[in-house]
């Protein structure tokens, strides 16, 4: 038989407890318990003494052992490279709010861009502590490769990349292709037939999956239609509505203007739509206007944007279930994107 070791049935055992699985909060005996996680009987003793000790299990002579009324937590560290990215911060930030609900507290978010050199170290400090866990968007220092495959049982990453981690941790990627397809079969099912698509990236000729989605819905691809604002991520808010003015020029000095515009991210479209608005433009009645993210990014917005992207929400309950599970099996998933219909879009006059 394969001993786990008594951390690890100390997170199975206070998942179960979570989710109701122990009639009363009684547990089992430890015999039956040993071979529930498929370890011995002397790391699950060792696992529910140190429980005991910390008040979150009580014994009760010649009863048995009962979990305590005691919130059960555990610190839960997000990484990611940048602040200024608004995508990885307001995930991180969104889960950190949910993550109480799941058992996970307190939460951390840590810029790692600011501090490359040091990821490794501060890896070895979170993961010293058998209860912490962490949550990944992207891996700035290639030393820090071995210390996550060691503690794989802890970890979560949000890509797909780092081939090291392949069958080591768990990943989870967002399928933007689908979500661009979903964005594109919308307008279209709509009745636009000139859309406009504005685009972040700076790969030149990139034109993503939005437009070969457009074309298989027979909407000829028209370059004119086509926006590329290659310096956004790396520009300041300020620079940011600049490029929406000049974006939103063009297409209206088009002599057969759109009826739609796709943006490349809910910041952006939030912004575009805000500046429709404030050039006197009726959206959605005179312009749709529909972002990729999907719910990201819309808290405070002034008008709630119409979006394709991965449900916060659904990301959110795989990641603690996963964690709770002690992030087994290690897999690797790719979530579907879903249609957030907002105040943005309507079919055109």
Known sequence: MQDKGYNSVKRSLLKDIIEGRFAEGKLPRRIEMATMYNTTISTCTKAVAELVSEGRLRTVSGVGTFANDVPIRHPLYFLIHSLKQPLYMQTAKVLSEMAPKYGFSPTFII?????????????????????????????????????????????????????????????????????????????????????????????????????????????????????????????????????????????????????????????????????????????????SIVGYEGQLLQEHASIKLTSAGPSIEKIADWTFRKMLNNCLPIEDIEFPCELFLGETSAPPL
């Open 111 to 287: 810029e790692t861009g600011a501090c490359v050199e040091e990821e490794p170290n501060i890896l070895r400090k979170i993961y010293s502590d058998p209860q912490a866990f962490v949550a990944f968007y992207s891996i700035m220092n290639s030393k820090s490769l071995p210390i996550i495959q060691r503690n794989g049982s802890r970890t979560i990453v949000y890509r797909f990349g780092d081939s090291e981690l392949k069958g080591k941790v768990s990943r989870l990627s967002f399928n933007r292709a689908h979500g661009e397809s979903l964005a594109a079969e919308y307008l279209v099912q709509l009745g636009h037939k000139r859309i406009a698509h504005i685009l972040t990236c700076a790969t030149p000729h990139y034109n993503g999956n939005f437009q070969n989605a457009l074309g298989i819905a027979g909407i000829r691809q028209n370059k004119r239609l086509v926006i590329r604002l290659p310096k956004w991520d790396i520009s300041a808010n300020s620079e940011h509505w600049a490029m929406v003015q000049k974006s939103y020029e063009r297409i209206m000095a088009l002599s057969n203007r759109p009826t739609a515009v796709f943006c490349h991210n809910n910041q952006l479209g939030i912004m575009f739509a805000e500046y429709c608005i404030k050039m006197g433009m009726k959206v959605p009645d005179e312009i």
